[in-house]
């Protein structure tokens, strides 16, 4: 049974950080790609970062290029976005995916993940 399990998110005041982590089981977190999405009130769920199974190959939306970091550590089955220079428009629940990666893709598409979590709030106070 695959679970993904995100931590670390909160409320920060505007130009803070966080970091969420994402810990996975039930998989060979190795062979998965995993990504970031997120979703504010009334909006559809975002891509904000996608990361390989290597860790060498980055994806990153606009929105938070320069500012989002996304990272993996594959001995612990985790994977990590730290988030920079917050801002309100930065509110959402952020959710961890994950999906085997066959390669030749972006995995920046909520329809090419097999697996989610239950998402972690985070909130931005300008």
């Known amino acids: 049974q695959v679970q993904l399990i995100e931590s670390g998110g909160g409320t920060v005041q505007a130009g803070g950080s966080l970091r969420l982590s994402c810990v996975a089981s039930?998989?060979?977190?190795?062979?998965?790609?995993m990504g970031w999405f997120r979703q504010a009130p009334g909006k559809e769920r975002e891509f904000v970062a996608a990361?390989?199974?290597?860790?060498?190959?980055?994806y990153y939306a606009d929105s938070v290029k320069g500012r989002f970091t996304i990272s993996r550590d594959n001995a612990k089955n985790t994977g990590f976005l730290q988030m920079n220079s917050l801002k309100p428009e930065d509110t959402a629940i952020y959710y961890c995916a994950s999906t085997v990666d066959y390669g030749a893709k972006r995995y920046s598409s909520r329809d090419e993940y097999a697996f989610w979590g239950q998402g972690t709030q985070v909130t931005v106070s300008s």
């Open positions: 990361i390989r199974r290597s860790g060498n190959i980055l």
């Open positions: 039930g998989v060979t977190f190795s062979n998965y790609a």
